[in-house]
């Protein structure tokens, strides 16, 4: 019988703390050219009104953490700040676990829109929020410190669950 690839590890969703904080900024600054600090994803960790979810190796084997969301419930709107997945495990449908977990939350909270911003050049995450039905809302001129432009992304949610 032939040999198989071992199946990666699985991971579950829960809120993070901050003995996850290491984990959380190295898959950050190896997913973003102008990464978050570690102290600022401490603050959040203290903020009202914030979905914060990671995804954890369900036997504490590497990565510990495959990956993150960071969210704000701003009245109707939810606006995702962050959401990334460690590059030995993209395309495996853990940026997929994240996103739909917190959609879920976003509906239950009565959420009418998600927004959230992305780099014009950043395709892949493009990709992966049009395959939710995602669609470019507007262009922020010059929104990252590198003067890369912004496009705002939207999804309007039904009270129905759509
Ligand atoms: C965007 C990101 C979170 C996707 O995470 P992931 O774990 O690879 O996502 P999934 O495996 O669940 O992919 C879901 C779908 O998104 C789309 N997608 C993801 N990466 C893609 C890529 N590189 N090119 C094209 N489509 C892509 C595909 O439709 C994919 O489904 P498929 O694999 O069945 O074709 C991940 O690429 C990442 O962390 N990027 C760096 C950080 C970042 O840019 N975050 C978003 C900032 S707004």
């Known amino acids: 019988m032939a040999l ?3 199946r990666p590890r699985p991971y ?9 904080l290491d984990e959380i900024a190295r898959i950050e600054s190896e997913s973003f050219p102008i990464p978050w600090k570690r102290e600022f994803f401490a603050s959040e960790l203290a903020e009202p009104h914030r979905y914060l979810r990671v995804l954890a190796s369900e036997d504490g084997s ?8 960071f969210a704000v ?5 939810f606006h995702i700040n962050k959401i990334a997945t460690d590059a030995r495990l993209r395309r495996l449908g853990y940026g997929r676990l994240l996103l739909e977990d917190a959609l879920a ?11 959230l911003e992305v780099r014009v050049t950043n395709g892949a995450a493009r990709a992966f929020y049009g395959s939710y039905g995602f669609t470019d809302a507007y ?3 010059a929104y990252y410190q590198d003067g890369e432009d912004a496009m705002v ?3 309007p949610l039904s009270s129905r669950g759509g």
């Open 4 to 6: 198989r690839e071992p």
């Open 12 to 20: 579950r969703i829960r809120a993070p703390g901050p003995f996850d």
């Open 62 to 69: 590497e990565p510990r953490i495959g990956g993150y969301v």
């Open 73 to 77: 419930a701003l009245y109707e709107e």
């Open 105 to 115: 939350h976003a509906r239950a909270a009565g959420a009418s829109s998600v927004t």
């Open 139 to 141: 262009r922020r001129r």
């Open 153 to 155: 992304l939207v999804l």
